[in-house]
DNA sequence: CAGCTGTGACTGGTCTGACCAGTGGACTAG
DNA sequence: CTAGTCCACTGGTCAGACCAGTCACAGCTG
């Protein structure tokens, strides 16, 4: 077996492909900057010395990735769009659909990133961010009286509180995708079950126990109760030979 | 302040985002699957009503996703893929790029997910699984006599097998995005490195301790151990100041 | 002078129709 | 039955056109 030259397979490189390389180079670099405009595109049309078609394939390929909006009529151009994580929350929503993720998958990720989270929380966070999350709790007493959507809401914005505080926007991105996927593969059993007060009630006494052990400090502990509890939640749901890997999850 | 419906913004929908949702609903409803053709462009153009403009741009959009794949020529028109964790690793990269996400927010990331992984396996993982985790030690440990790529790819096969039993797919992708992420970010620093056998052989003594802990069933112990590693050998390329939350993900 | 209004030069969204270089299956010659 | 040729058709790109919408500004109104 002789030893040559390592060729790699070559594809053809489409020209409205190179166009977006370029901007996404120039925003790399920085030289293009959110909140910057793009000239229009018949301008980019003679820059790049292309076809509006493939100028325009280009903006929606960038578009579709979340680094440009395009609005009709708008005279300044497409306008670079600050870097937001919905481009990666997409594709972890299309990940959630289509790879055919069960829900013992999805409550055990939740069960960690969740876990982990509360756990830098409750080591890191100063008497005001506890103030916060308290305050949160709070609100998801309130909203127990209003509707499962409110309780639902108030409980999205706790779990916020903490992932902001454990300074992490990757967990904040991934608890949030995916307590979205969970919810709309359960929460109409919630919603509509006769105990949902009920429910909302034991979620709330969850969270207070969680606060607590965040009050006292005790990172391990809050990591335990709150994987403990989201257990408790959600392992009814879980067929009994999947429930193995959550309980395996739960500290000793 | 009368309380009237409730009305939205409403922003113009433009025809090929349409189409894209068409054809992601179709893939989400198991109506078109992985390895299935779309028909041709001149075909969609028909079926959609529209031209083959608006038809390309939704074209470029699912082929940007990774949801299709065009090729020139092919009669059988454009290809479903399957899914793969490409489009969500380019996410990623593009966000790191542009400090959107830090370093400490990756390797914290890898820590909770890597731990937790290991926790899960030493719990749940038979005699043959434990055998195939130090089969690929074993790898390791041969990869150091080659080189640094050889090492990485070695290191990579552990923590799949770690992911694969702890029977949680989303664990095994987010793992395996992120590890690469990370690496793109600093693997030539430590391929470079004066030291880069030393770092080789530290890297594999940190396995073979997590290893232990695991064919000791002490899945508290091996998570631990393992964030201990991953900290002590990436911390270095992360600031201080961010190093703070790191160390909280360390049990006490 | 301030404020409103109408206008027109732009924008992006879509369409039509055309050409080209490739692909791959069918068809033919051996 | 195989090997080679060929052609219908593919996607990639281009040029030019029309439309509805937006925005800046000139000009009118008070």
Do not use: W
């Not at 490189?13 to 390389?21: G, H, L």
């Not at 292309?50 to 280009?58: D, L, Q, W, Y």
């Not at 300044?76 to 600050?82: D, K, Q, T």
């Amino acid at each position: 077996m002789t030893k040559g030259p390592q060729f790699q397979p070559v594809q053809p490189v489409r020209a409205y492909q190179r166009i977006v390389e370029q901007v996404e180079d120039a925003l790399a670099r920085g030289d293009l900057a959110p909140g910057q405009r793009l000239p229009s595109e018949r301008e980019l049309v003679a820059q790049f010395a292309v076809s509006r078609s493939t100028v325009r394939e280009a903006l929606r390929v960038l578009e579709s990735n979340g680094v440009v909006r395009s609005r009709p009529g708008d005279p300044n151009g497409p306008e670079i769009l600050p870097f937001s994580q919905s481009a990666l929350r997409k594709q972890m929503v299309r990940l959630a659909r289509v790879d055919e993720l069960t829900l013992a998958e999805l409550i055990g990720f939740r069960m960690i990133m969740d876990g982990a989270a509360i756990q830098v929380t409750s080591r890191l966070r100063t008497p005001e961010q506890l103030a916060d999350i308290e305050e949160t709790l709070v609100a998801m007493r309130a909203a127990i009286d209003v509707d499962f959507a409110a309780f639902s809401e108030a409980d999205l914005a706790f779990h916020d509180v903490i992932a902001q505080v454990s300074r992490n926007s990757l967990i904040q991105t991934c608890n949030e995708v995916v307590r979205g996927v969970v919810l709309s593969l359960i929460s109409d059993k919630i919603a509509h079950a006769s105990n949902s007060r009920a429910l909302m009630l034991e979620s709330l006494q969850h969270h207070a126990e969680v606060v607590e052990a965040i009050r006292a400090g005790d990172g391990h502990a809050a990591a335990r109760i709150a994987r403990q509890n989201m257990y408790d939640y959600y392992a009814g749901y879980v067929p009994e030979p999947e429930r193995e890997t959550l309980r395996a999850l739960i500290e000793d």
